[in-house]
T-cell receptor
């Protein structure tokens, strides 16, 4: 099966600019996650979707971050405006049935550098 | 969320077994133990998970202590490709936290040729 696809792979922007990341999950996976990973740290959950509904967005900095998952498939994570501290790898993951501990499948991430 | 404690780093030689420990003394009865690993420049990859009994799959084995307060991921014959950061994570069924994986800093495994 095709894995989780993320784009772009790398992004360099100046602070205060907007940026968007795109994720295409594995076909049939209803649960989608966005994680952020700072250098040398483990990934940190930003938001989790069940189909189109964001069921856990408690860690998403809502003043500048937004996410959407239209039609319960692809998802976009946006930052506006970006700050220097947003430099990180943004990972998307999907799962078929997390209630029964189906594994999370991760993409290779988008590495964001804010200058 | 119950927390896990792992050594920061471990080293192994190629083709030797590797035992990666994880302590989770505050684990609850509904917490599953998950292991993921992350190779350089890649997203995390599922390795194995279990609840009470030891588990085996093609990648590794998971040995869970009888009191469930610790577990060990066993790589039977390490290869250079197993060099990665290994994360031990607890995830609970039910409630709003189901399927939520909270990653720690993990164990950096170095494999020597």
């Amino acid at each position: 099966e095709a894995g989780v696809v993320q784009s772009p792979r790398y992004k360099i922007i100046e602070k205060k600019q907007p940026v968007a990341f795109w994720c295409n999950p594995i076909s049939g996976h209803n649960t989608l996650y966005w994680y952020r990973q700072n250098l040398g740290q483990g990934p940190e959950l930003l938001i989790r979707y069940e189909n189109e509904e964001a069921v856990d967005d408690s860690q998403l900095p809502k003043d500048r971050f937004s996410a959407e998952r239209l039609k319960g498939v692809d998802s976009t994570l946006k930052i506006q405006p970006a700050e220097l501290g947003d430099s990180a790898v943004y990972l998307c993951a999907s799962s078929s049935d997390p209630v029964y501990n189906s594994p999370l499948h991760f993409g290779n991430g988008t590495r964001l550098t804010v200058t | 969320d119950a927390k896990t404690t792992q050594p920061n780093s471990m080293e192994s030689n190629e083709e030797e077994p590797v035992h990666l420990p994880c302590n989770h003394s505050t684990i609850s009865g509904t917490d599953y133990i998950h292991w993921y690993r992350q190779l350089p420049s890649q997203g995390p990859e599922y390795v194995i998970h279990g609840l009470t009994s030891n588990v085996n799959n093609r990648m590794a084995s998971l040995a869970i202590a009888e009191d469930r307060k610790s577990s060990t991921l066993i790589l039977h014959r390490a290869t250079l490709r197993d060099a990665a950061v290994y994360y031990c994570i607890l995830s609970s069924l039910g409630g709003t936290s189901y399927g939520k994986l909270t990653f720690g800093q993990g164990t950096i495994l170095t494999v020597h040729p």
